[in-house]
């Protein structure tokens, strides 16, 4: 299973970007997905996840109403929209697959990790 993870890169705060993950090795449409980060220094954060089917979606506080998570089941990708960056959303950020598709908001609950994009917000 890989799951590698694109479109990162160094934005001024306030500015977007769109990360994708195209997953390969295993029935995409079959597994919740979602994107964590780990900020320099700090943990592994929960930020966004996505079910299987699309109709539900979470998001920790933080980012409501500036990220959003697609995704299309026909290409095996998951999307994450980050508008209104700001520094504090610098980090790696990372994409899991999990069988549950339940519970995703926790790390524990996931089967599959991809190797993550790097996002720099400058000030």
């Known amino acids: 299973v890989q799951l590698p993870a694109y479109g990162g890169g160094l934005v001024q705060a306030g500015g977007s970007l769109r990360l994708s993950c195209a997953a390969s090795?295993?029935?995409?449409?079959?597994?919740?997905m979602g994107w964590f980060r780990r900020a320099p220094g700090k943990e592994r954060e929960f930020v966004v996840a996505i079910s299987r089917s699309g109709g539900r979606t979470y998001y920790v506080d933080s980012v409501k109403g500036r990220f959003t998570i697609s995704r299309d089941n026909a290409k095996s990708t998951v999307y994450l929209q980050t508008n209104s960056l700001k520094p504090e959303d610098t980090a790696v950020y990372y994409c899991?697959?999990?069988?549950?598709?339940?519970?995703?908001?926790?790390?524990?609950?996931?089967?599959?990790w991809g190797q993550g994009t790097l996002v720099t917000v400058s000030s």
């Open positions: 899991g697959a999990s069988y549950r598709d339940h519970g995703l908001s926790s790390p524990d609950n996931y089967n599959y």
């Open positions: 090795g295993l029935t995409f449409r079959l597994y919740g």
